[in-house]
Every structure is written in structure tokens, then in C-alpha cells.
């Protein structure tokens, strides 16, 4: 908080001002009645001094589920039967509707009942070739019909073998009209109702597994060059203002948008339980090892056009100091100071405070701790 002190005013500041000017003009000038000191407290003032900075490429965008599946239906027919809905917890394989497709199930059942054919055309050929072998070792067969009940028999294994894979693709197309979670998680959308007609292809559930988090963003082909996979990640949610979450740089694509000359970086955060998926978000991707250098409140950056500058304080007067600002640390509030300002120098960090150049200051002092009473220390 800031406070005008005024020097007093009136006869006492007029004699002043008089005996000053008999013993020295230059004294008398700088002591001026209307010379104004401000008074600023301990918490407008901080000190530059050198400390880590944990800088980094910052990305922003939606904060999305790791895990989010498109059920489609994979056969025509109508549903029935639906057991979810929106926000329901599911388990992987559990039924979710059934798609009623009396072809697909007809056709899975007349291919079970060829392969039943075909095991039974199977056993003869194979039994009649055992007694051609017979026949044929006792001389009362010929080559020709020994062949002819070899070929019966391999024709029967053909053609039980065509009859097992058209039945397997028809008991699976079949399966495929039971509609089940492909995943542990949570039903985010459900876009079909009892006893809708749906086509292949048709969109009929989505299920969300959020127990991991993803922020999908691009940064500059030269910030990209010095991220890793693996390194730390800081997020900050405009849901969670003052909290942050730790995680790290998933994926890095190999390659830069030729038109944008952008980066795809996708960095995941574990979801410590409650947080909703599609949120606003900022990853900030840290420095693997943070520079040591002069910092101080980003409050305290000053700007005016192109130029950067802070209030300093030097002998009781303000000083307008041009800067060269470097990298933030918003986990700390603190920014680098590059040139300009040195460690052990005050600077005024009040945001909302403006000054001229030679300001009179003051820094009040800190209060002191209460005294403890007579009761306390028993």
C-alpha cells in the first residue's frame, strides 16, 4: 500500500528553507518544501538475487481423455436390448445393446449345419477308404479304384475345411450384433435408440477411459529440437486456479508442418481422480536442468512501446532502469533478468505503482512480532 509523506509546511519549512539558502543555494534547492517522500511497504519492494528458474516451451489447448473409443455398429439391423447410457462405468466385454440381424444370425447357423455335413461326408470317405486299403492289400481291389477312394477322402477334408472358415467369418459377423465395451470406462455418448434401424458404420456409443490425460499442442520446429520424451511437464487448469499437476512429454512427431513450420507435442498427466476431460489447459514443458540467474516478481517489469524497464531504488530515489527480461517461471512468479539490473538491488514490484524519475521513497518498517504474555510463557 502506498502513502504520500508530505514534509510540514508553514513557518517552521519556510525558516528552513531561509537558513538553507544563506548557507548554500544547491542545499536549499534539494531540500524543497514541496520535496514529497512515498512510502512504500516491505511487500512493494523486493530484492534481485540469483536463483534456479525452471523455464520451458508452454502449450495451451484442451486437455483431453487418452482413451476415447468410437463403438460403430458392424452389421444392419435394429437394436434392442440397450443396457448403458451416458455416464455409466462399463467393463471390458461387457454387453452394451444387441443389434437384432436375423440374416447374419440365419446365415451363421446354416454354416454350422454345413460343417456338421461336411464332418459326416468326412467319416465315410474316410471309412471307405480304410476298406479300399483292405480291398486293395488282398488283391481285390484295383489301383484305379484305391485312387478313386483316396481322392473321395481328401475331397472331403477340402471340403470340410471351406465349411469350418465360411462358418467361423459367419459366427463372427454374427458376434458382431452384440455390442460390448472394448475397455474399462465410462459411456460418454450414446447416439442410438430402442429399436432404431441402424446401417455398418453407423456411430452408436463412445466410451472415455480418462485415468490419463492428454494435451495435444505445437511449438516452433527450434523449440521443438530440445524436447525430449519423458520430460517434465507442469499443468496448470483455469478449473484449479493456484494448483498444478505434474506429468510428462509423451510423443513428439518426426516431422514440421511444411506450411506452419509447428511441432505436434502430445504431453499426458495422470488424472489424480475428478478431473473432467475437454478442460482448458496450459503444459509448460521444463528445462531438463534450470538455469541459475538474477530474478525478480514479474510484477516489477514495467513496459512503455518497445522499451522494458524497472524501478529501482538508489540512495532513497527512485531510478528508471531499461532491462533485458529473459525466461519466466510462473511456478515461482519470478522472472530472469539478463542485463540491466544486479543481484542485491531493489526494485519496487507494486504493479499498479508509477513514479518519476528521483522520487522520494521511504520503505516502511516491518512490524515487529507481539510480545509474548506472562500467560503464554507458563
Given amino acids: 500500500m502506498l502513502q504520500v509523506m508530505r514534509r510540514p509546511t508553514g513557518v517552521v519549512v519556510l525558516a528552513m528553507s531561509v537558513a538553507a539558502a544563506a548557507c548554500g543555494g544547491r542545499e536549499a534547492q534539494s531540500e524543497r518544501p514541496d520535496d514529497v517522500a512515498v512510502a512504500l511497504s516491505p511487500a512493494d519492494v523486493a530484492t534481485a538475487h540469483l536463483a534456479p528458474i525452471a523455464s520451458g516451451v508452454a502449450v495451451t489447448g484442451s486437455l483431453q481423455p487418452q482413451w476415447i473409443v468410437a463403438i460403430k455398429a458392424q452389421v444392419a439391423g435394429t437394436v434392442n436390448n440397450i443396457r448403458a447410457d451416458r455416464g455409466v462405468r462399463v467393463s471390458e466385454g461387457q454387453v452394451l445393446a444387441v443389434i437384432e440381424a436375423e440374416g447374419v444370425r440365419g446365415q451363421a447357423e ?191 517489469i514495467r513496459y512503455a512501446g518497445a522499451e522494458t524497464f524497472v524501478y529501482a531504488i538508489n540512495n532513497g530515489r527512485v531510478v528508471r532502469k531499461p532491462v533485458t527480461a529473459g525466461a519466466v517461471d510462473p511456478s515461482t512468479g519470478m522472472i530472469e533478468i539478463v542485463a540491466g539490473v544486479a543481484a542485491g538491488e531493489q526494485v519496487i514490484s507494486a504493479p499498479t505503482a508509477m513514479f518519476e524519475e528521483n522520487t522520494r521513497v521511504q520503505i516502511a518498517a516491518r512490524p515487529a512480532a507481539p510480545a509474548a504474555s506472562a500467560e503464554e510463557h507458563k
Avoid: H, W
Avoid at 155 to 170: D, F, N
Avoid at 227 to 256: D, K, S, W
Avoid at 263 to 291: C, S
Fill in 110 to 300: 446354416g454354416a454350422q449345419a454345413a460343417v456338421a455335413a461336411a464332418e459326416a461326408n468326412l467319416a465315410v470317405a474316410e471309412q471307405r477308404l480304410e476298406s479300399a486299403r483292405t480291398l486293395r492289400e488282398a488283391g481285390a481291389m484295383s489301383q484305379l479304384d484305391f485312387r478313386a477312394a483316396e481322392a473321395a477322402y481328401e475331397s472331403a477334408r477340402a471340403q470340410l475345411a471351406a465349411a469350418r472358415a465360411q462358418a467361423a467369418g459367419a459366427v463372427e459377423q454374427a458376434r458382431r450384433a452384440t455390442i460390448t465395451a472394448p475397455m474399462n470406462g465410462v459411456v460418454g455418448a450414446r447416439k442410438v435408440e430402442e429399436g432404431e434401424a441402424v446401417n455398418p458404420g453407423q456411430e452408436l456409443f463412445t466410451v472415455v477411459r480418462s485415468d490419463v490425460l492428454e494435451l495435444a499442442g505445437q511449438v516452433p520446429v527450434d523449440a521443438a529440437t530440445n524436447i525430449r520424451t519423458g520430460q517434465p511437464v507442469v499443468f496448470t487448469l483455469n478449473a484449479y486456479p493456484g494448483r498444478e499437476f505434474r506429468g510428462q512429454v509423451a510423443r513428439i512427431e518426426p516431422m514440421a508442418d511444411p506450411a506452419t513450420r509447428q511441432v505436434g507435442v502430445y504431453m499426458q498427466m495422470r488424472n489424480p481422480g475428478g478431473i473432467i476431460g475437454g478442460q482448458f489447459a496450459t503444459g509448460r514443458i521444463l528445462d531438463e536442468k534450470p538455469d541459475t540467474a538474477v530474478v525478480v516478481p514479474q510484477t516489477a
